[in-house]
């Protein structure tokens, strides 16, 4: 199946120069296309007193020479972020690793970038993408636990399933990354009003805060990061996206908390900003203006 990048490359003029409009709003959340713009901004990152979390965009792979290219192209980075001194390590979805097609070859890819952040010292985290492959990401990450203790995952704040998912993975010691959630769930799975999720998200905290293990906070909601630091900071680094309040990224590094800005990068920039898009109206609204003022 092609990514929604991919259909767009393949049509005419119209959609290229839709594209570059389109790359115009996009590429406040996104480094670049290449390693190099990547490294960049995970340097500027660091000068700003935040490690550097790289995100080598792309998603819902089915092809297994895609796979076998993000593979690599991890390794790559994982590599050059120890030669150029960047304090930070890389964040992977499983889909882009195969899990739509093969969850065998899904996860030997993951321990093959888990045996090479182990070897340079570097933490990995997986991202969590939507439903229906949550089972089979924590079946993954907790198989990966088993010998490599440098490496968390993603839960959705959003999912009705989260607190049982964080207690399996508390039992395990293992590392949990909160957030809200951004794909679209229906009401079996997830909860509908921004409230609930909120009153969610604080209920995880908790549990994570009492749990003992490291976690991360990732949200942008100044609100929940205030009960955070309120709770117990000694075991925990906040996160947030580039791009996404800069200031206040600023005000927590400040204050002697642990930062890590989430920088994606590459070619397959497409699904990843419209979800940014989508988060916030006035986002909506910078796509409009964008595409009015070409
Ligand atoms: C480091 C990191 C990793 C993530 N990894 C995953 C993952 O693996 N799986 C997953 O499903 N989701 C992931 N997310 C995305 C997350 O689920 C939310 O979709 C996203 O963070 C927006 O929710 P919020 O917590 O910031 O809260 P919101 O309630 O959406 O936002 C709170 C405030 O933050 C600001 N804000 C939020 N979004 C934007 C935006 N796009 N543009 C400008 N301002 C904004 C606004 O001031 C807003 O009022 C990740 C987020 C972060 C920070």
């Given at each position: 199946?092609?990514?929604a990048?991919?259909g767009l490359?393949?049509?005419s003029?119209?959609?290229?120069?839709m594209?570059?409009?389109?790359f115009?709003?996009?590429?406040?959340?996104?480094?670049?296309?290449?390693?190099?713009?990547a490294?960049?901004?995970?340097?500027?990152a660091n000068?700003?007193g935040?490690?550097?979390?790289?995100?080598?965009l792309?998603?819902?792979?089915t092809?297994?020479?895609?796979?076998e290219?993000a593979?690599k192209?991890?390794?790559?980075?994982?590599?050059?972020?120890k030669t150029q001194?960047i304090?930070g390590?890389v964040?992977?979805?499983?889909?882009?690793?195969g899990?739509a097609?093969d969850?065998?070859?899904c996860l030997?890819?993951?321990?093959?970038?888990a045996r090479?952040?182990?070897?340079?010292?570097q933490?990995?985290?997986i991202?969590?993408?939507?439903?229906k492959?949550?089972e089979d990401t924590?079946t993954?990450y907790?198989?990966?636990l088993?010998d490599?203790?440098?490496?968390?995952?993603a839960v959705q704040?959003?999912?009705?399933?989260?607190?049982?998912d964080?207690i399996h993975i508390?039992e395990h010691?293992?590392k949990?990354r909160l957030v809200?959630?951004?794909?679209?769930?229906?009401?079996?799975?997830a909860?509908?009003t921004?409230?609930?999720?909120d009153?969610?998200?604080?209920?995880?905290?908790?549990?994570?805060a009492d749990g003992g293990?490291?976690?991360?906070?990732?949200?942008h909601?100044?609100k929940?990061?205030?009960?955070?630091?309120?709770l117990?900071?000694?075991?925990?680094e906040f996160?947030?996206?580039?791009?996404i309040r800069?200031?206040?990224?600023?005000?927590?590094v400040?204050?002697?908390l642990?930062?890590?800005?989430y920088?994606p990068?590459?070619s397959?920039w497409?699904?990843?900003s419209?979800?940014r898009i989508?988060?916030?109206?006035?986002?909506i609204?910078?796509l409009a203006?964008?595409?009015?003022?070409?």
């Amino acid at each position: 199946m092609a990514t929604a990048s991919q259909g767009l490359h393949s049509h005419s003029y119209d959609s290229t120069l839709m594209e570059r409009l389109l790359f115009r709003v996009a590429k406040k959340w996104v480094a670049g296309y290449s390693s190099e713009e990547a490294i960049g901004a995970a340097s500027d990152a660091n000068r700003r007193g935040m490690s550097a979390i790289l995100n080598f965009l792309g998603e819902d792979t089915t092809d297994k020479n895609q796979v076998e290219i993000a593979v690599k192209e991890y390794l790559l980075m994982m590599d050059l972020m120890k030669t150029q001194g960047i304090r930070g390590c890389v964040s992977v979805k499983p889909t882009q690793l195969g899990l739509a097609v093969d969850y065998s070859m899904c996860l030997q890819n993951f321990l093959v970038l888990a045996r090479k952040a182990k070897e340079l010292g570097q933490f990995l985290w997986i991202d969590m993408e939507s439903v229906k492959f949550t089972e089979d990401t924590i079946t993954i990450y907790l198989e990966i636990l088993k010998d490599h203790p440098m490496t968390g995952v993603a839960v959705q704040a959003y999912l009705r399933r989260s607190g049982a998912d964080i207690i399996h993975i508390i039992e395990h010691e293992g590392k949990v990354r909160l957030v809200k959630g951004a794909y679209h769930e229906s009401e079996e799975y997830a909860f509908a009003t921004r409230q609930q999720v909120d009153d969610n998200y604080l209920h995880l905290l908790k549990m994570l805060a009492d749990g003992g293990s490291f976690f991360a906070v990732a949200t942008h909601d100044g609100k929940l990061i205030d009960k955070a630091i309120n709770l117990n900071t000694d075991n925990c680094e906040f996160q947030m996206l580039m791009g996404i309040r800069d200031e206040l990224k600023s005000k927590l590094v400040s204050m002697g908390l642990q930062v890590s800005e989430y920088i994606p990068y590459g070619s397959q920039w497409l699904p990843y900003s419209v979800r940014r898009i989508r988060e916030r109206k006035r986002n909506i609204l910078l796509l409009a203006r964008s595409l009015v003022q070409q």
